[in-house]
């Protein structure tokens, strides 16, 4: 991944919870999604170490490959009063997954819930739909 102030493909989009509670800034970018560590931690309502833990597993069991899942990127940050460059490590929407199936919390059986519906979606329709982004778009042709 790259610095999205420099690399004009990628994009930035931001998910809220059905709660209303979360706010996480996605980067979708080389055709997938990322979300550093903290944001896991904020998406499944976990500690940051929670989800390392969970991450440091997947790795060394072998059910993904870090080299093909993680990515580095320069990010400016708020610390204090003060803006940093820092290096930041991004995880794909693989290793999201991955996390999201082994993490217990609400958030955690929530996002199971979401992920397997639109698993059957896509295997009984060969397809999913996001249909609240379908009749917005529709509404604008």
């Known amino acids: 991944m790259t610095d999205a102030t420099n690399d004009k493909t990628a994009k930035v ?14 980067r979708l970018e080389h055709d997938t999604l990322w979300l550093s560590q903290a944001q896991l931690a904020t998406l499944f ?19 993904l490959d870090p080299e093909a899942t993680t990515e580095q990127s320069s990010v400016v ?8 460059r820092r290096n930041i490590r991004f995880y794909n929407l693989d290793a999201i997954i991955s996390v999201g199936y082994r993490v217990n919390s609400k958030k ?7 992920a397997t519906q639109r698993l059957r979606e896509y295997l009984v329709q060969g397809y999913t739909l996001n249909q609240e982004r379908f009749d917005k778009n529709s509404s604008e042709l």
């Open 13 to 26: 989009e931001i998910y809220e919870s059905a709660d209303g509670q979360a706010q996480i800034e996605i």
């Open 45 to 63: 309502e976990k500690d940051s170490d929670t989800i390392g833990l969970h991450l440091k597993n997947i790795y060394k069991e072998g059910e």
């Open 77 to 84: 940050r708020q610390e204090g009063s003060r803006q940093v």
């Open 108 to 114: 955690g059986t929530q996002f199971r819930i979401w």
